[in-house]
Structure formats: C-alpha cells, structure tokens
C-alpha cells in the first residue's frame, strides 16, 4: 500500500495522469500524507498538473480551507486556475468521488443502458427492480452459506415492521448498496428504519455510520463525516465485490478439459447457487483449455463491447431474453465467447470491471492491454500500459522493438514513447541493430499512409529523449554551439549528445530518409 | 497462479478467418450484413460479425474493407431506392397534391429504415470505425453510409425533393390566405420536419463540407422560392392603404407561426425577414405616406406601433420617422401668422401658442409610441440616438430653422405679452420654454428677451416672482450661459427695492422707487451724459441726496451714476374737467413740475429752469405740447416747430378717458431705425466674441488646420447658442489675425496656425 501511495505521489509530481488513476483504484487513502507531509493533492497543485488536480478532488481527496493542509493546497496552487478550482471546491460536491466501478454500478439504478434486472423488490408504491448478486455482494448476511436466500430474504422482505415498506426509505437502502451517493439524503425520520434494515443485513458499518451521524448536530462536521464514510463505504464495497467475484465467479467457474463436457450442458446447477449469473463468458487458454465464467451483463456492459452487442436485436439479445424469461426452466444461458486468452488475464479484466481492480502483474500488463484493445476497454488498456512502462523487467522479456510495435497496434502513445525513450538510452549499444533500423524504416512508411506530418514520429520521439537524456533544453543547443570552452561543453552533456544524435543522423543517412 | 509463464503479445491466433484470404472473410461478412438488410439480424450473431471485424483490421486489410464496404452500401441503397422510392416519384410537379404527398412520405420512411440499417452495420463495425476509419481521418461507417446515401439517393432526386416540398409548403399558404389558418395535419408536418432533419444530417457537397444540404442547398431554394411566391402570389388590388397594411400584418403572423412549427429557428428567422424585406421594400413603401397621414390624422398609435415594429430594416425605419418628421413640419407651418392686426405682439403670441398646443399634442401622442428607439437619425453624425423627444425634436428645429430670427423674436414676444398681462399661467408659459431648445439662434431670443424684461422690470410691467419662475426655467432648458444676465437684472430690482428700505424717513409727498441697475448686465449702453448736470426740484434733489449717502454706506468702493433717461415720473394733477395720473419720461416730468411755481414759461425759460441740453427739451415738449395725443401743455404760438421764445403754459382743459395717462416720448423715425441697427451690431458683438473664443479653443491643441475644418467644428461648438454663418467666422477670424493669435500659412491660405 505504502508503495502504491509513493507512485501516486510521483505521478502527482509528474502529472501521469493514467498512474494516479491506476494508484487511486488500488484503494490508497489520498488524504495521507509522505514523508515530507506533503499531500497528493497539494503536490500536483504545486506542480501545476490540473487535471491529476480534478482527478483527486473528484475521487475524494479533501481540501478543507479551514484546515492546514488545504490552504496548503490554496496557496502553493502554481496557476490560478487550478487555485479557483480548489476553491470552488464544495464538501457538497464532494458526492461524485465515486471510483469509476461505484458510478458504473450507480448507473445501473439511474439510467441503465440495457435492462438488466432479476428481481423486483415489493413496496408499497409497487416494485423496485434490483440484481440478486448486487444484494448478494452487497449483504453480509448472504454470505458464509448460512442458508439465507436472495429471492427468499428480499422476495418476502423480512419480517419488519409494515411502514419500512415505505417505498422511499427502501428506495435510499436500494441505492446505497448501488453506490449512490445518499447520506445527505437520508432524513430523520429515515434513521430508525434503515438502520433496523443495516442491523437486520450485518450491514454494520452503515448502520454504526447513521448512530452516530444522527447525534451531529454541526453541518461542516456531518458533511465530512459523510465525505470519510462515503470513502470507506466505496472501499467497502470492492472488498465485497473482490469476495464475490474470487468466490461466486472465479472459483465458481467450470474448466472444460477435453471432449467431457460441452458447453451447452452448462446450467445453473453448475455454478454456485449464489452467483445468479445472466451470462456465460468462454475463454480458450493457448493450452486449449476451455472455462466458463458465470457472469453478469450489468457489469460486463461497462466495457463497450459487451454493451453494442446487446444494444441491437442480433441473436444474443435474442438468446439473453428468451434465457431471462424462461430462468426456471433451465434455459441455457447466452454464451459470450472471447478469443484465445490467458485464463488470468481474463480474470484481470474481470476483476476490473467489477471493482476496478488496477493491480496487474507486469507480465500479463501486454495480455492485457490485447484483451482490452478487443472488448473497447480504453482505461484498462491504459493502465496496464502504465504497468509496462513502470516496469523494468518487461525489457527482459520483449525487445524495445517489440514494444513499439506493440503499441502501435494498440494505439498506445504511451508506450510508442516509453520505446523511444529507451531507445535514446540504449542508442550506442543500438548503432548497429538491424531491428532498430526496421523500426525507422516502418514507422517512416506509417507516415506515407497518413501525410499528416513531414517529419518521422519515432525518431522525433527519440530526439525529443536524447534531449530529455542530457538535461538539456532545445534552446540550450543553440546557446552552447556559441561556447567554446571544450570542459564545460563536456560537462553540460553537449558533446555526448551531439555524438548521440550524429550517430541517429547518421543512420537515417544510411536508409537514405529524411528527417 | 503462473506469473512466469512466457506471454505471447502475437494476435490470438484462435480467431477464425485470420489467415484466410480477405475475400473469404469478406463473403461472411456479407451474408451478415445480407441479413441486416433483410431484417432477420435475430440470425445473426453479433460476436462472429465482429470477431471477423476485428481480425481483418488486426490483419490490416482496413482499406480493402472499407471499398467493399462502400461499394457494398452503395449497391444495396440503389437497388433498394429502384424498389420503393422510384415508383413515387411523381412524372412532373404539375401532379396532384396527393402523389406529391405519397412521395414525401415514402421518401422519408425510405431514409428513416436505411439510416438504421447503417446504424446497424456501424455497430457491428465499431473496431473498424475506432482503430481504422478514425486513424486514416475518414468518415465511420455510419457517415459512409449517409453520405452514400446522400450521392446516390438524395442527389439524383435532390430536384423532386426540393420541388415537392416548396410545393406542398406554398399550397399551404395559399390556403392560409384564405383560411387564416394552418392545412396541415399534423402527421404532415411531422413528415417535414423529418425530412428536414434528413437535410441537416447529411452533408451539402464534399465529405468534409461544413454545410449540411439543409442549409446548403435547400434552405437557399426555399428563401428564393418563398420571397418570389409573396412577391408574385399576392393580390393587393382593391385594398386600401389601410387594409394592405392589415394583410401583410396577418401574411408575416401565418408565416412565423407556420415555418416556426417547420424548420429551424434561425431557418425560420431567415424566412420571415425575407418576407418583412419583400413587403418593406416593395408595396409598404408605397403606401407608407398615406399610413403615416391615416396614423397622424387619427391619432392612431396602435397603429404606428405597429407599423414601427413590422421590420427592423433601417432604412424603412428612417423613411418612417422622416415621414412623421414632415408630417408633423407641415401641419406646424399650418399655422397662420394674422399679419393684418396692427397688434404684432399679440398675433406672435397667438401663433406661438397655436403652435405650442400642436407641439402639445404630438409630445402626449407620440410619447406612448416607442416606435423611434434605435433608429439612426438623419442627425445620426451627432452621435445621439434618436428617440421620440428627437423626432418631434427635429421635426421643430426643421420648422424654426425656416426663419430662425422670426422664432426667436416670437417666442420672446409670447413670452412678454403672458408676463405683462395680469395673471400669467405658469403652465402654459413652461410649455413654450420647452420650445426654446429647437430654436437655432438663441443668442438672438436672449437678446430679444432682455429688452423685454428691463423694459418690464422698470416699468413695473411684471412681478418679480414671475419673472424668477420664468428665467429658472429659461435656464433649466437652456443652461445658464444664457441667464447670467437675466439673473443679475432681477437681482439689481431686488437690492434696489432693500435699499429704499434703508433710506431714512423723508416728507411723504411723493413715492420714491430707486432701481440701482449694474451696468454691464442691462441692455442699454449710451447713458445721457447731461444727466449729471440737470436741475432737479428741491425735493427730488433731497432724496437724490439722501439716496447718494445711503448707497455709499452701504457700498462705498462703488460709483453711482444717475440714468434720468430710464426714469419715469407720475404726477397728478387736476384738471378742470377731470384729474389724472400723468405717467411720463423723466425730463418730461422735470419740464411739466416746472410749471408748479410759474403759469407761464418760455422755452428758454424751461432750458435755464431744468439744465436740459436743447435737443432734449424740444424733444419733450413737443410731446407734452404738439403731439396731438396729449397737449399738456398749451404753446404759443401754436405751431408744429419749437422755438427758444415761445411760451407754455399747462392746458386745464385736458381731459382723458382713463384716470391713469402715460405719456410716451414721442420718438422721431430716424432713432427707430438707429435703436434696431443697434441692437443688431449688439447681437453681431456677442457672436464675433463667442466664435473668437470658439475658434482659439479649437485651433490651441490642434496648432493648425484648414479652413473648412475650423469652420465645422466652430460652428459645431456655437450650435447651442447661434448658427454659424461664414460671415460671422470671418470677421473673427480676421479679428484674431489682427491680434496675432492666428496666422496664415504663408503657402497655402486655407490653413490656419495658431500662434503661441
């Protein structure tokens, strides 16, 4: 966590904008501070990076006036730009610091794109509609196979008193297990009621939060009491949801080695009973392993690709209602076929889309970035880019080039810069490589298809870090060609890199290219 | 968990089709996208569409399918439009309304199904949209489709379209002529406004044409078409100017309401101003006069209201306003003058009058009308905007402008006959100094005024309180540049009249008014020097006396001097037949008191008696004695001539019909013409000051400058008091060569320099 926190520290610094997001998905407490007190938050405004800015403050980092630490922030913001944004800053808007999974999750309750509901909760004013494996992962009380049943638990609503049926009150319980932010909301006549619910659910946490927030009576310390729950209720949720994935999804799903079992035999009765999937997801491994994932489409939708496939009349959305309506009658559920991926990596992406799991071991990050490319998932891709470009050890196992053309494929500026970058480190031991050559010679042809610039995008990438390599600035080049003191033009790192870029020159003469 | 696992980073080979040939793949992709075109995509599953997508992308063939992918929408819209659109197209535009419908219709159900069908295969196509078509910066599948839609639908019927639609839109209006209402039902419209939004989704010309075909090409047809069918499919005869103006008034209502339902906003906008510009420009010009004259004469002001609010258009706004200028000109130079009546005085008050109650009346007329907020006036290079107050305004200034002196006197002369009559209306009087800022020479009204007022103020003609009123308000409209003096002449009666307070307890045979008048703000300028030396009865001496002491004591740094020929004494006397209050000059007094102690005096008996210079005393009496009005006094001989020896005596038999006689000096005709000429020189004095210090206050921070441009803004900074004339700037200007504060450019006379 410690490590997690120093990188997002870092990337405050630097305003690596997909880093911080990837560190603040990982769950780090963004109001802690380092060793040199400082904030996440009071780093980038000092560095001036508005948008690492925007993304703190909308994810839950505090910058209270009053205190400190926030007029830290205030007065060593580097533009004023960014100094208004600080102060225009409300506690009251401090309710979409939701991580991307919780607003996703949020949506689903507001303003699905695809209908995706299992169950109907019963209230006075009519019925509710809600996921069972939501209630789920979301109820302690399900959990540990004590027995208890979604259907049975919700269907009949407990044996509470008749007024708690009051549809508002359960409507405020139904969207704080989606996310929602309501703690404002809650009024107080609702108290009593919900928390007779969270105490009935083991929803201990919620129901500990309302004792003691119903007795603050001052509204600056109720606001940022509810700003900190809210805080904890998010990070409360993923480990919830991590525990339903790694148990009803994961461990729930079915290997299919060989010819035993065909898929279409897949049923209900093959996975936990808890999981209430509405989808199957099928990955091939490269061993030709075949497993099925029980999953849920609410969620899957997050990724655009699993959402355009439903959003038409093709035969899946066919094959998903018939399978909805007729659930009891052992329906075969709709198959999502992916192609051939490593199991893991499959289990990454889910892990992401159900809690917007970041931590992605660097020797899958390649797999993942493929995985992402295929279901239209840009942020995972990106932050898996993170991982390889934050990793040492990828450069062990893939060549500099392989990299670029990775990230070519996959559209990922990041990584054609990261090769670059190595490259402007590497560019003696590199003088003679064929591969290198390739490589300029490719992306040179990837110009001729586009004609947007005159120049080569790799080797202006790789001049702009042999710059970067040396410390030194264009406009420092121009400076030092004037000065003739041969010690100190050794020691301002000018004639290395003049070497460095004669040697670049040099070979762009050799393939007979402009640039 | 196996994290050492070696990781491929090469495509998935699993996918199918990756190696084969792109034509294979391509034939699967077609039955696919066959199916959308035939409705079944229920068949169809969108993961196989869209796995063999992407691995033709992966395996970059992005340009080979992008042909077929063109070629392919393009095939389907052809044979699809020569199935159901073709049919509709009716023959010729001379076809019944019905067929014209049917086609529209159709039309617009035929894009509505083929625009979501490309927004099927575009779903389908989505990685090929995201990694090909957006890196290659060509338009994705969806706009491929329209605009393959756009060459091979819209274009080859863009002519019926565009034809069926004006078509159906001008029948509409054709009965909204008659009807006054809408015809279409509302699937119609909504059938319109689809095909509208068709129009403004797909592109005019090339992809990358910012204009869609909605404003591109049809927008301009429909705003052709439309102002020729209001120019052309209006019948105008047999309605009068009136009525004319009622039915453009219901056309533009109709339209607005009728194209706000159907196009865009700023569509619309379009529309109607091209209709309001038909109209202004053409039948509204016409008959703006006679509709100004229906406005003016009835008083109508709903009407002008209306009539200002039809367009916006400047210059119809300007004739507009000019019409009502001229209008309201006309009916002030109405106003008869009676030149007849020897009463001058009081026909020019009369005439100002008349004209005040018609300024009256248009002020209460137009001040409900906003009808001439921004409108740039013929006046506009002042840089005021014009507004009611200016149109009646400018419309006075015109007026007075025509004979700027004559005003100037005239108003004057109201001015004095309300103040002099017993009980003046304050009123009404501020309503004719209301007029005062239209006239062009003010300095002259000021002038004219002053006259009036000392004559009023020592004749005792006025009350004081009245006078203040009047010039308070003369200063409000004017500024007080003009009431300095006014001002000072009220205040010398006043301290006048605090200063006989002061004077100590004398035999009360008669009433003693001292008026002590600054000299420099009354307007009369040769004193009589003989004053000094006159000879004065004992008892008017003695207060003269006494009146000196006091002055003194109270302002001893100031000299006095006496002005006889201003004074006027009252005596009365009793005749044989009645008694009466004689009212009369100065000197005449002096010569009549002359007879208190003798019956009989001779001419140079009065001179030596009263020190009067000769010229003076015949003067007097042959007021007293030969004039016929009055013989005072008897003369012997009786002849019209005044001789050193002859004798007078007061004539008892006097007799007149009122009590009260004054007796006015009688003035030969030789000084008349002298006191105008001189009061004019006074005027042309003021002006030559005035434009001297105009002149230099231009020429100091600009050093030089032409003539012509001097003259402007000189005659621009004299504006408020006098206009200008070449003459006038002139002599100024010789004066201040004289007095070296200007120069000519040696080369070039037309210039001017100013000299430090």
Redesign the interface.
């Known amino acids: 966590m410690d490590k997690n926190f120093n990188t997002l520290c870092h990337a405050c610094r630097t305003g690596d904008l997909e880093s911080a997001d990837r560190m603040i998905s990982t769950g780090v407490d963004l109001n802690q501070v380092d060793k040199f007190d400082n904030s996440p938050l009071f780093l980038a405004s000092l560095c001036g990076h508005e948008k690492v800015v925007k993304l703190l403050l909308r994810s839950g980092a505090l910058c209270d006036r009053d205190r400190q630490e926030g007029a830290r922030c205030i007065y060593g913001a580097l533009t004023d730009s960014i100094r208004d944004i600080l102060l225009s800053y409300d506690i009251s808007k401090a309710t979409d610091m939701n991580q991307p999974f919780a607003m996703h999750l949020s949506s689903l309750l507001v303003a699905p794109a695809i209908v995706t509901y299992d169950m109907e909760l019963n209230v006075a004013q009519g019925h509710l509609p809600a996921h069972k494996f939501m209630l789920q992962a979301r109820c302690p009380i399900l959990n540990d196979n004590r027995g208890y049943d979604v259907q049975e638990m919700f269907g009949n609503w407990f044996d509470l008193d008749v007024d708690v049926r009051a549809s508002h009150v359960l409507e405020l319980f139904l969207k704080f297990i989606y996310l929602v932010p309501i703690l404002h909301t809650i009024t107080a006549e609702d108290y009593d009621y919900l928390i007779k619910i969270a105490q009935k659910l083991e929803m201990n946490m919620f129901a500990e939060f309302m004792n003691k927030v119903r007795h603050v009576a001052d509204p600056s310390e109720k606001s940022s009491m509810m700003i900190s729950y809210q805080h904890k209720f998010t990070n409360l949720a993923k480990e919830q949801l991590k525990h339903f994935v790694d148990k009803y999804i994961i461990d729930s799903a079915v290997l299919l080695t060989g010819e035993e079992k065909s898929i279409k035999e897949i049923s209900s009765c093959s996975f936990s009973q808890h999981t209430y999937p509405d989808v199957l997801l099928s990955v091939?491994n490269?061993e030709n392993e075949l497993k099925i994932y029980p999953c849920h489409l609410a969620v899957l939708m997050r990724a655009?690709?699993f959402k355009?496939?439903f959003?038409?009349?093709?035969?899946?959305?066919?094959a998903y209602q018939e399978s909805k309506e007729n659930r009891g009658d052992g329906c075969p559920y709709p198959i999502?076929?992916l192609?051939?991926?490593?199991l893991?990596v499959v289990e990454i992406m889910l892990r992401y889309l159900y809690f917007d799991e970041a931590n992605i071991?660097w020797?899958?990050a390649?797999?993942v970035i493929?995985l992402g490319d295929?279901i239209?998932a840009d942020r995972l891709k990106s932050m898996a880019a993170t991982v390889v470009t934050q990793s040492p050890k990828v450069l062990e196992?893939?060549t500099i080039f392989?990299i670029l053309y990775?990230a070519w494929?996959t559209?990922l500026e990041r990584l054609e810069h990261f090769a670059a970058k190595q490259v402007a480190g590497e560019i003696r031991a590199l003088k003679r490589s064929k591969s290198f050559r390739e490589a300029i010679v490719k992306s040179a042809q990837r110009i001729s298809?586009?004609e947007e610039t005159d120049t080569i995008e790799f080797v202006d990438d790789i001049r702009f870090y042999l710059l970067e390599k040396y410390r030194l600035e264009s406009d420092d080049i121009w400076f030092l060609e004037e000065e003739t003191d041969q010690q100190f033009l050794k020691e301002s790192g000018l004639l290395d890199y003049q070497y460095d870029v004669s040697l670049l020159n040099d070979i762009l003469q050799e393939l007979g290219l402009e640039a | 968990?196996?994290?050492?696992?070696?990781?491929?980073?090469t495509v998935?080979?699993?996918?199918a089709n990756s190696n084969g040939k792109f034509s294979d793949s391509w034939l699967v992709l077609k039955e696919g996208l066959d199916k959308i075109y035939t409705d079944c995509?229920?068949?169809?599953?969108?993961?196989d569409l869209?796995?063999l997508v992407?691995s033709l992308v992966?395996n970059e063939n992005g340009e080979l399918l992008y042909k077929h992918l063109k070629e392919y929408l393009v095939e389907r819209l052809t044979s699809s439009m020569v199935e159901t659109l073709m049919p509709e197209i009716p023959p010729n535009q001379e076809e019944g309304l019905e067929q014209t419908w049917t086609f529209l219709i159709k039309f617009d159900q035929f894009f509505e199904r083929e625009a979501k069908r490309f927004?099927?295969v575009a779903?389908v196509m989505?990685?090929f949209d995201?990694?090909y078509c957006n890196?290659?910066r060509i338009p994705e599948v969806f706009d491929l489709g329209l605009n393959a839609f756009r060459d091979t639908v819209v274009f080859p019927l863009k002519d019926n379209l565009n034809e069926s639609i004006i078509k159906v839109i001008n029948n509409a209006r054709d009965e909204g002529q008659i009807k006054r209402s809408f015809v279409l039902e509302a699937v119609q419209i909504s059938v319109l406004k689809s095909l509208f939004h068709m129009m403004e989704t797909i592109s005019a010309e090339k992809n990358d044409d910012p204009n869609h075909f909605y404003t591109g090409i049809f927008e301009p047809l429909l705003i052709e078409r439309s102002s020729e069918y209001y120019r052309n499919n209006v019948d105008w005869t047999d309605y009068t100017a009136l009525q004319t103006f009622e039915k453009m008034g219901a056309m533009i209502k109709f339209e607005k309401a009728f194209m706000e339902g159907l196009i865009n906003p700023d569509s619309s906008h379009k529309l109607i101003d091209i209709l309001t510009n038909t109209f202004v420009s053409g039948k509204l010009k016409d008959i703006l006069g006679e509709l100004i004259n229906e406005v003016m004469t009835s008083k109508d002001r709903t009407l002008l209201q209306r009539l200002s609010s039809i367009s916006e258009d400047e210059e119809y706004r300007r004739d507009l306003v000019e019409g009502v200028k001229d209008y309201i000109s006309r009916d002030f130079y109405s106003i008869k003058l009676d030149e007849v009546t020897r009463k001058k005085a009081i026909a020019a008050a009369k005439w100002v009058s008349d004209l005040v109650e018609k300024f009256e009346q248009y002020s209460s007329f137009l001040k409900g009308a906003a009808f001439a907020e921004s409108i740039p006036s013929n006046t506009a290079n002042e840089g005021h905007s014009s507004s009611i107050a200016s149109v009646l305004g400018d419309a006075t200034s015109n007026f007075f402008a025509d004979d700027p002196m004559q005003s100037a006197q005239f108003v004057s002369l109201y001015f004095d006959v309300q103040l002099k009559a017993s009980k003046p209306s304050k009123a009404e009087l501020g309503n004719v100094v209301m007029l005062l800022k239209f006239l062009s020479e003010k300095d002259e009204f000021v002038n004219v005024y002053k006259q009036q007022l000392s004559r009023r103020l020592l004749h005792q003609r006025t009350t004081i309180d009245m006078e203040r009123y009047m010039i308070n308000r003369i200063k409000d409209e004017m500024g007080s540049f003009f009431t300095l003096k006014l001002e000072s002449m009220l205040r010398d009666v006043t301290t006048s009249s605090e200063l006989l307070k002061s004077l100590p307890e004398h035999e009360k045979q008669f009433e003693f008014i001292p008026q002590v008048l600054t000299m420099t703000a009354w307007p009369f300028q040769n004193l009589n020097d003989f004053d000094a030396d006159l000879i004065l009865p004992r008892e008017l001496q003695k207060v003269k006396e006494n009146l000196e002491v006091a002055y003194n004591k109270k302002y001893n740094q100031r000299v006095l001097n006496w002005a006889h020929k201003l004074g006027l004494i009252e005596i009365s006397y009793r005749f044989e037949k009645s008694s009466h209050d004689l009212a009369m000059s100065f000197y005449a007094g002096l010569i009549f008191l002359a007879f208190e102690e003798q019956d009989e005096l001779t001419t140079e008996k009065l001179q030596q008696l009263t020190n009067l210079p000769e010229q003076e005393l015949v003067k007097q009496l042959v007021t007293l004695a030969v004039a016929p009005r009055y013989r005072i006094l008897l003369k012997e001989p009786n002849t019209k001539t005044i001789r050193m020896t002859d004798t007078f005596r007061v004539n008892e038999r006097y007799t007149a019909a009122t009590k009260s006689v004054r007796i006015q000096t009688v003035i030969s005709p030789n000084t008349i013409s002298n006191a105008v000429q001189d009061k004019n020189s006074q005027l042309d004095k003021e002006r030559t000051i005035v434009t001297n210090a105009a002149i230099v206050r231009i020429l100091k921070p600009s050093r030089q400058m032409i003539f012509d441009d001097l003259f402007d803004q000189a005659k621009k900074l004299v504006e408020q008091r006098f206009t200008l004339t070449k003459q006038t700037f002139k002599r100024s200007i010789d004066h201040l060569i004289d007095k070296e504060y200007v120069q000519r450019d040696p080369n070039d006379h037309e210039v001017y320099h100013y000299i430090t």
Do not use: G, N
């Not at chain 2, 968990?1 to 980073?9: D, E, F, G, Q, W």
């Not at chain 2, 995509?41 to 993961?47: F, H, K, N, T």
């Open positions: 091939k490269h655009d690709y355009v496939i959003t038409d009349k093709f035969s899946e959305t066919v999502l076929e192609p051939t991926f490593d893991f071991p020797q899958y390649m797999e493929k295929f239209l196992r893939y392989q990775f494929e559209r298809s586009r | 968990m196996a994290l050492s696992k070696r990781i491929k980073i998935p080979q699993v996918l995509i229920e068949d169809v599953s969108y993961q869209y796995k992407y992966i927004k099927l779903d989505i990685y995201k990694v890196a290659q």
